[in-house]
């Protein structure tokens, strides 16, 4: 019988002569490990084809998202016509996730290649806080983007339009909220702790008093569940809404006898289903970003399965990835986006014209062309 037992037990045992017994935990600096969690000493260390793998690709979707998120704040910037107040909301975004990858990939980068954190205890806490703090704010932010699409496409002419001031207002409210919720680990409410590879840093889900698992329960709630629920919920008034609208016009150009009912329902069924694209899209995202990362967390303080290190570090990277599409969800779907990006970059615009002024609407201006010009014709 072997004359270990407990958590070390398995980090003995496995690989058998490859790795002794060696853990993940070895290489980690004395000043790091009263922020590491018993459970970690189980394994061994990872493959050093993981850590190349996982510096390889953080650092491609670090460039990816600084540049995809720097052009789009450029673009909506130096463009006139796209400084308006919902696009104040798609500007807060791209920042966000700019900062988040700006901040993010090289720190994990570095540890990466030493293959664990060498930046010391006070920068993984800050590193998981900022990581923490963009993430909250892009999620919030996607919420005010659904809030002003159902405002303008479900309320229409009855909602109360939206300013520069109230946009900056609720951008305001995001940081502070987000700030709030992020900087509560510094203070005591759970902490910031490296990951299962010890090359990032995040929530604490393995300690399981009350303090630490009602932070982490809290934070699910408001930074996931809730956001989550409200983007759905605009979504699907939004659809329903344009749905009932498109009804409504086929019936009153049949009843008209208009000769160009078909060409006019191909064009609204066209508008109908790039916004259930898109609201399908921006869901869809939202579950591949975060889902894994909250299941991480719960499994950890309700002890669901068992979390390796790798688990770990891959289901924040999702959520890290977040930062890369979003872009291209809020930004290269602007058709007026497009249109901007391939005056300033010709060499961008590889197949074909920029979009025609017919279509150089967003998606939600873009709904409410197609009903006026119905409302013209008839």
């Not at 260390?45 to 789009?72: E, K, T």
């Not at 909602?159 to 992020?182: E, H, M, Q, V």
């Amino acid at each position: 019988m072997l004359p270990v037992s407990g958590p070390s037990y398995e980090a003995y045992s496995y690989g058998g002569s490859k790795f002794g017994n060696q853990t993940v935990v070895d290489k980690v600096p004395p000043d790091m490990l009263h922020l590491i969690d018993a459970h970690w000493y189980q394994y061994p260390p990872l493959n050093p084809m993981w850590h190349g793998i996982l510096g390889f690709v953080i650092g491609l979707l670090g460039f990816v998202s600084v540049s995809g998120n720097g052009m789009v704040v450029y673009i909506f910037l130096s463009t006139k016509s796209l400084r308006t107040p919902s696009n104040l909301f798609v500007i807060n975004l791209a920042i966000s996730d700019f900062c988040m990858m700006l901040f993010m990939s090289p720190p994990m980068v570095i540890s990466c290649y030493y293959e664990t954190w060498v930046l010391g205890p006070l920068f993984c806490q800050i590193y998981a806080m900022l990581g923490s703090l963009f993430g909250c704010g892009s999620i919030w932010t996607m919420t005010m983007i659904a809030f002003d699409r159902y405002n303008v496409i479900v309320k229409g002419l009855s909602g109360k339009p939206l300013t520069i001031n109230g946009a900056l207002l609720r951008i305001l409210g995001i940081w502070g909220f987000s700030l709030i919720w992020t900087i509560a680990p510094m203070l005591g409410w759970n902490r910031y702790v490296p990951e299962g590879n010890m090359t990032a840093c995040g929530t604490d889900y393995f300690s399981r008093d009350i303090v630490s698992v009602s932070y982490i329960i809290l934070y699910s709630i408001w930074v996931y569940f809730i956001p989550l629920s409200l983007i759905i919920g605009s979504y699907w008034y939004i659809i329903q809404a344009v749905a009932a609208h498109e009804k409504n016009m086929r019936e009153q150009a049949k009843k008209m006898n208009v000769a160009s009912l078909r060409s006019s329902e191909n064009q609204n069924t066209s508008a109908e289903c790039k916004l259930a694209k898109v609201a399908l899209m921006t869901i869809s995202l939202w579950f591949m970003a975060w889902t894994p990362y909250l299941v991480i967390n719960w499994s950890g303080i309700f002890n669901l399965v068992k979390i390796s290190p790798l688990f770990t570090i891959w289901g924040s990277l999702f959520a890290k990835a977040n930062a890369v599409y979003n872009p291209i969800v809020y930004g290269i779907s602007h058709p007026k986006y497009r249109a901007a990006l391939f005056a300033k970059f010709p060499s961008l615009a590889c197949a074909a014209e920029p979009a025609p002024a017919t279509d150089a609407t967003s998606t939600v201006s873009g709904t409410t062309t197609v009903a006026d010009s119905e409302k013209s014709n008839a």
